[in-house]
């Protein structure tokens, strides 16, 4: 797991270390550079596999045509390796990278992408055919953005890398801030910054170097569609046999693997996993929330039973309003403005992981975007009812219910939802800021919503309506936002995080289970549960679904209070000319005085502003900010 950079089109090595040095948190273990004629490529080292200096990167085949600087885990890389040895390959390293390299020097690209089982975004240069493949992998569960310029093309792992260049405009994308306060997360391709964009999962740039402001775009693999054609007893066997093979590889690993455990289904069946397939997996890690609060049930005695179940050492770090104070450092590393307290809490995991010696952790995220588990989930077995009462009547009571505590707020969003849904379908289930709201905040935005290019294929297929929606949320919302600061948050810290929910063979298994068994009467993830019941005890199993909570309703009215006002009420966010300032002062007020609640478009337009600051403001990107 580690950082890449590249310049394609030229070569600039000080440029090149500045992108290394800007997200060496990726890879604090080594450091290296590549000069072609016209490329340069970088690498950061985070030492998972094969940890000498025999794997250090940019990698080069022996015979000097063929450079690779790659990021990610290729779990099945020791099949590969059997498979290249039996071609007349032979190797001088022990870990993945070398088998990557020589695989993709064997075979054409598509058929080598087709092998690979794993985590990865690379850049692979042949040099005698003066061609470069930038690549993400299946499920976008690694980072990658491009830059295209007249003369070049630029990519990285992170944001900050590309605009280490100070000849890149910072021109603020007003449909991707738009996206940001609606969704919490922007749908890629798209960024914040105009001309700078992720490459989507599955997809592939091929960029001949002489000619590097013309990249090819291409897909090399599609999620299985929707068929549910499996038995009740068939869709059971394959999914426990298709997780437990994944927990099984990736446990590989030369450094010892940990695991977050929140208390919960997803994370507590992946910890009974692993235990059960090796002795040396012990560190867990959790976060301590105190009392419950804003109807969040309190996560940690769940995770303490389960550590105590399984004999694992459960790590514990505390969670109060202090976490608030690592809001801009948090996005800073993030790379984008998501305005989301689970990722101060996941940040906060991942450093208490490294303090305690641990590089990789184990995450359970994914099993809610493939086999149903969001409320939302549960919403669609009732909106097209609740959407054919009269407009005036749901607004109504979407008006008489306080925002005083979670039960009521989420009848609110159900109703707000309900609202929504005869005019915008399906996207009204991922809204957190009503549309016509938000198109009168954000200035200068077109009537296109970012994530609706996604939606013409998925609102056309003639399947489940939570099949639909679990097209988007694996799509999308698990990349966009999920993986993303799953990542980020644990590179922040030097901590490789896997996803062993999110593999090719747990989708494809996933689009065969029918609809049914994975919502039944209303309960999520259901085939998921009977096969938990063979790992841990039903009140884990059954226990009320919550996810890392934090009070932000009391935040903003408390400890972000202060901040909020000085960020919100600024010349600089004013000068912006971003957003309409009058209506962003009247929020304020009417959320303070209970009028509505505005508590999460705050918090977006707090972290956007922090972002701008650190993103846009500066020459080059910058943590530290003044308030």
Excluded at 366 to 377: E, K, N
Aim: glycine letters at 6%; hydrophobic letters at 35%; a neutral charge.
């Amino acid at each position: 797991m580690c950082g890449i950079n590249g310049i394609l089109g030229l070569h600039d090595k000080d440029l090149l270390r500045q992108m290394n040095s800007s997200i060496d948190h990726r890879g604090p273990d080594s450091s290296g550079v590549f000069l072609g004629e016209n490329f340069a490529l970088g690498h950061t080292r985070l030492s998972i596999l094969d940890l000498t200096t025999l794997s250090n990167q940019p990698f080069v085949s022996n015979c000097g045509n063929y450079v690779l600087t790659y990021n990610g885990e290729i779990y099945n890389f020791q099949e590969i390796k059997e498979k290249l040895k039996l071609l007349n390959y032979s190797f001088k390293s022990n870990g993945d990278t070398e088998v990557l390299l020589n695989l993709l020097i064997e075979f054409d690209i598509n058929d080598a992408l087709e092998m690979l089982d794993g985590i990865f975004s690379f850049a692979f240069v042949d040099i005698k055919k003066n061609v470069c493949f930038v690549v993400r992998d299946n499920f976008g569960i690694k980072p990658l953005y491009y830059y295209t310029s007249d003369d070049y093309l630029t990519f990285s792992s992170e944001i900050k890398g590309i605009l280490q260049n100070k000849d890149i405009p910072r021109k603020l994308n007003p449909d991707s801030i738009k996206s940001y306060i609606k969704y919490l997360w922007c749908p890629g391709p798209y960024t914040p910054i105009q001309g700078v964009f992720k490459l989507e999962p599955g997809y592939y740039l091929k960029v001949f170097l002489d000619k590097p402001n013309l990249p090819i775009k291409t897909s090399y693999y599609n999620k299985p569609l929707y068929r549910g054609d499996y038995s009740y007893e068939k869709s059971f066997n394959e999914l426990q046999a298709t997780i437990e093979k994944s927990v099984e590889e990736q446990l590989i690993s030369d450094v010892e693997v940990g695991a977050f455990l929140s208390g919960g289904l997803d994370s507590s069946l992946i910890c009974s996993i692993a235990k059960k397939q090796s002795n040396n997996f012990n560190n867990v890690f959790t976060i301590d929330t105190g009392e419950d609060n804003d109807g969040f049930v309190r996560d940690f005695p769940y995770a303490q039973s389960v550590s105590d179940i399984h004999n694992l050492k459960l790590n514990r770090i505390k969670s109060d309003s202090t976490d608030i104070d690592l809001l801009s450092e948090c996005i800073y590393y993030l790379d984008e403005p998501q305005a989301d307290p689970a990722i101060i809490q996941t940040y906060k995991i991942c450093k208490l992981a490294r303090d305690n010696g641990i590089k990789v952790l184990l995450s359970g995220s994914g099993a809610d975007d493939i086999l149903t588990g969001y409320r939302r989930h549960k919403i669609s077995l009732f909106i097209k009812v609740f959407s054919k009462i009269p407009k005036v009547i749901l607004e109504f009571f979407e008006n008489i219910f306080p925002s005083k505590n979670i039960f009521f707020n989420r009848i609110k969003r159900f109703l707000t939802i309900s609202i929504n849904y005869k005019k915008h379908g399906i996207i009204s289930y991922f809204n957190w800021c009503d549309e016509e709201l938000v198109n009168k905040l954000v200035l200068n935005s077109s009537d296109v919503d970012q994530l609706s290019h996604s939606l013409e294929f998925i609102v056309n297929t003639d399947i489940p309506e939570n099949e639909k929606i679990l097209r988007i949320d694996n799509s999308h919302f698990l990349v966009d936002h999920n993986l993303n600061y799953m990542d980020k948050m644990g590179m922040a810290h030097g901590v490789e995080v896997r996803v062993p929910f999110v593999v090719k063979s747990l989708f494809k298994t996933a689009s065969s289970i029918p609809t049914n068994l994975k919502q039944k009467k209303g309960t999520g993830k259901y085939i998921l549960k009977k096969v938990a019941e063979n790992y841990l005890p039903n009140s884990i199993i059954y226990r009320k679904k919550t996810g890392f909570g934090s009070p932000i309703r009391s935040w903003i009215k408390g400890p972000l209070e202060y901040d909020m006002k000085k960020l919100l009420l600024s010349k600089q966010f004013q000068d912006r000319n971003i957003f309409d300032t009058g209506l962003v002062a009247e929020m304020i007020m009417d959320n303070f005085s209970n009028k509505k609640d505005y508590s999460y478009i705050l918090l977006s337009l707090m972290c956007i502003e922090i972002w701008c600051r650190q993103f846009i403001d500066p020459e080059i990107p910058c943590k530290e900010i003044k308030i």
